[in-house]
């Protein structure tokens, strides 16, 4: 599985942007898929990850309330709709997949996709 983010951005504090991951590989619908961010000088973080059906969710309780994640297994694409952004969410936000879900959130996943960098401004 190759997975490419995009639809980062910079946008104000308050915005809203939506990051698209895209696979390639006809078994992505077996995948569990998260979303990870790195900011400068700090460690990478889960931010949400979502079930290979996309019936279950889990968020990182900074972004909970505002970050939604979802996926269309037609279009082999897992989206993060981001609203309320604040300036500390501003980081290269990055895709993986993984047989389970529970390996998404801990980090453990067997497939990265490069990062899209989103910038929120104060």
């Known amino acids: 599985v190759q997975l490419r983010a995009s639809g980062g951005g910079l946008v104000q504090a308050g915005g809203s942007l939506r990051l698209s991951c895209a696979a390639s590989g006809r078994t992505f619908n077996t995948y569990a898929t998260g979303w990870f961010r790195q900011a400068p000088g700090k460690e990478r973080e889960f931010v949400a990850a979502?079930?290979?059906?996309?019936?279950?969710?889990y968020y990182a309780d900074s972004v909970k309330g505002r970050f939604t994640i979802s996926r269309d297994n037609a279009k082999n694409t897992v989206y993060l709709q981001m609203n309320n952004l604040k300036p500390e969410d501003t980081a290269v936000y990055s895709c993986?997949?993984?047989?389970?879900?529970?390996?998404?959130?801990?980090?453990?996943?067997?497939?990265w996709g490069q990062g899209t960098l989103v910038t929120v401004s104060s």
């Open positions: 993986a997949a993984a047989g389970l879900t529970s390996t998404v959130v801990a980090g453990k996943c067997h497939y």
């Open positions: 979502i079930s290979w059906g996309g019936g279950t969710t």
